[in-house]
């Protein structure tokens, strides 16, 4: 197998629910890839911390990459992998990143703390490494304002304002695997 056609999705949620939820999504882009790519979906089990061990299970699954790993998130694995990238010495080659419905998180409740991103996080993430960032209008879970925030901070990132789909993209994430063949 060509390692640089590998791919690691994160799902979003924190539960065993929310991973089968992003299971279809996984599915999906395994399907719309086709042959040549390999679609590594791993359980991140809630390990009980503030963050959830998100970052330190994304960290870990990056590690254990080949160089030229593609990376993909949706909902709060999307924003977890963010702030992994922007806070952790990753040593891996990666090939893109690909965020979907992305959390921005903010506000001054205790919970949130542990989620949001530092305020420097945009000058910490490599310009060279491709970064897509997809979010439907109708999503009923994270505002279609976040997108909004992530242009201002990233700028030199590609966005796809989708019309409809939700929170789970209907599913469909044609247009994230053509975005992946392009690299």
Do not use: P, Q, T, Y
């Given at each position: 197998m060509d390692m640089a056609k590998q791919i690691t999705f994160f799902h979003g949620g924190g539960s065993k629910e929310d991973y089968d939820a992003d299971e279809k999504l996984a599915a999906s882009l395994t399907l719309k890839l086709g042959a040549g790519y390999y679609v590594h979906y791993p359980f991140l089990d809630n390990d009980g911390s503030p963050d959830l061990g998100r970052r330190e299970q994304i960290s870990h699954e990056i590690s254990a990459s080949?160089?030229?790993?593609?990376?993909?998130?949706?909902?709060?694995?999307?924003?977890?992998?963010?702030?992994?990238?922007?806070?952790?010495?990753?040593k891996r080659k990666i090939k893109g990143v690909f965020l979907i419905a992305t959390p921005f998180w903010n506000g001054h409740e205790d919970w949130v703390g542990p989620f949001k991103l530092r305020p420097d996080f945009s000058e910490k993430l490599d310009k060279e490494i491709p970064l897509f960032f997809y979010h439907c209008r109708d999503d009923e879970e994270v505002p279609f304002a976040h997108l909004a925030i992530y242009r201002e901070e990233l700028a030199w990132a590609t966005f796809r304002e989708i019309p409809d789909g939700g929170h789970q993209f209907d599913n469909d994430l044609t247009l994230v695997a053509n975005d992946i063949r392009s690299l």
């Open positions: 080949e160089d030229g790993i593609i990376l993909v998130g949706h909902s709060l694995g999307a924003s977890m992998l963010l702030a992994c990238l922007s806070e952790m010495d990753i």
